[in-house]
């Protein structure tokens, strides 16, 4: 699911995730993204991805469990739903910033 800020946050992304209770995560690529546990076990959480351009967005899923297999990508995760939309008003709650535009991982507008 993708979320857009209304208007640009006013602190970075590490600042903002922070305020919200998000860590900083690097894959074994390197790239840079934020989770934020459910419990007290390292999963589920949510993994969200900041993308820093004309508009900062966020592209959030939960991931159910860790990669199964050595250099594989792929694991349970959940891309979509109520869960998901709750999370990404929380994130703007907590860092007093709204955010418009909440669509799927397919690009279509949720009702919300």
């Known amino acids: 699911m993708k979320a857009a800020f209304?208007?640009?946050p006013p602190h970075p992304a590490h600042v903002f995730m922070r305020a919200a209770g998000y860590a900083k995560h690097a894959n074994r690529d390197?790239?840079?993204?934020?989770?934020r546990r459910v419990s007290g076990n390292d999963f589920p959480r949510f993994?969200?991805?900041?993308?820093?351009?004309?508009?900062?967005?966020?592209?959030?899923?939960?991931d159910q469990k860790a990669h199964t297999y050595e250099g594989s990508?792929?694991?349970?995760?959940?891309?979509?739903?109520?869960?998901?939309?709750?999370?990404?008003?929380r994130?703007?709650?907590?860092?007093?910033c709204k955010m418009v535009?909440?669509?799927?991982?397919?690009?279509k507008p949720l009702d919300r």
């Open 6 to 8: 209304k208007e640009q």
């Open 30 to 35: 390197g790239d840079e993204s934020y989770v």
């Open 47 to 62: 993994h969200v991805y900041v993308n820093d351009g004309a508009v900062t967005t966020l592209s959030i899923h939960i």
């Open 73 to 89: 990508k792929a694991h349970s995760g959940e891309y979509s739903g109520a869960l998901l939309a709750d999370e990404l008003a």
């Open 91 to 96: 994130i703007s709650a907590a860092i007093n």
């Open 101 to 107: 535009i909440m669509v799927d991982k397919k690009g």
